[in-house]
């Protein structure tokens, strides 16, 4: 049994966008550990794409690649969570370079990693053997991704003034992303009935409960979240995929036929 090519992709492009959004902090790390970290957690991620994309294109044949499906895809055809693509700054900020902030990059990762854990442990048993080897070794990178983004979430929840106030703001302005976390697609559907995926809806209770258990020792409230549900996992993205696209795939797109 195989899972479905669509529920490798969207699985494959979350890893591939927030692992290119972590880099994004590669020589701008609010001190040297930080940037080191974060450069290595975005590689962590950008290895479990490649894993998923290498068993998507083995499915797919007609000469379809890693990199054909990570260069040479357009924003529509991508289909992973909104969350993960959004830049490093509320919704009120001018630039996305100018005005990055750590918060919202921790919040973030806390929010993504922590489902990531219980959905990898659940894709452990996944009828499609090569999926559950791919999710046995991500489950052990993402521990640490959990235990990275949490620390800092406490520290600085339960920290200054202003960290509280930036940290609070950053997850006040995400947590509305999460309601995709839950909303089941088709593909989602298929791969669940079949046994090879998970029904997200089933881990809702656990990500629920380290959450609060996490913004409680962070001195954090946990805001609402209802709001406008996005779609991203079945193509409809925000405009901050397309600039994501543009830098990641730029040099590959000039020149398609380079080897290196």
């Known amino acids: 049994m195989k899972a479905p090519v669509d529920y490798l992709l969207h699985l494959a492009d979350s890893a591939l966008v927030l692992g290119q959004r972590n880099a994004e902090w590669c020589g701008h790390g609010p001190v040297l550990e930080e940037d080191i970290a974060m450069a290595n957690i975005g590689l962590d991620l950008i290895g479990q794409a490649r894993l998923l994309y290498q068993h998507a294109a083995s499915l797919m044949g007609d000469g379809v690649t890693e990199d054909s499906l990570a260069y040479f895809r357009d924003a529509p055809q991508f289909r992973n969570w909104t969350l993960v693509e959004l830049p490093h700054h509320g919704p009120l900020a001018g630039t996305v370079a100018a005005d990055r902030d750590y918060a919202t990059t921790i919040v973030r990762n806390f929010l993504q990693s922590t489902l990531m854990l219980l959905l990898w442990d659940a894709l452990q048993s996944s009828a499609d053997a090569q999926l559950a080897a791919i999710a046995a070794k991500s489950l052990k990178e993402t521990r640490y991704h959990v235990r990275h983004s949490r620390d800092w979430l406490v520290r600085m929840g339960d920290g200054t003034e202003e ?13 509305p992303y999460t309601q995709e976390f839950w909303t089941v697609s088709p593909t989602e559907a298929q791969a669940a009935a079949n046994g090879t995926g998970v029904d997200p809806a089933s881990l809702r209770d656990a990500w629920n409960a380290m959450l609060d258990a996490a913004l409680a020792e962070a001195t954090l409230r946990r805001p609402d979240d209802a709001g406008h549900l996005t779609r991203g996992k079945q193509g409809t993205h925000s405009e901050h995929l397309s600039y ?8 590959a797109r000039q020149h398609p036929d380079a080897r290196w």
Do not use: F
């Not at 960290?163 to 947590?175: E, I, P």
């Open 163 to 175: 960290s509280h106030r930036r940290v609070q703001a950053a997850l006040d302005h995400l947590m």
């Open 244 to 251: 994501l696209l543009g830098d990641m795939q730029v040099l």
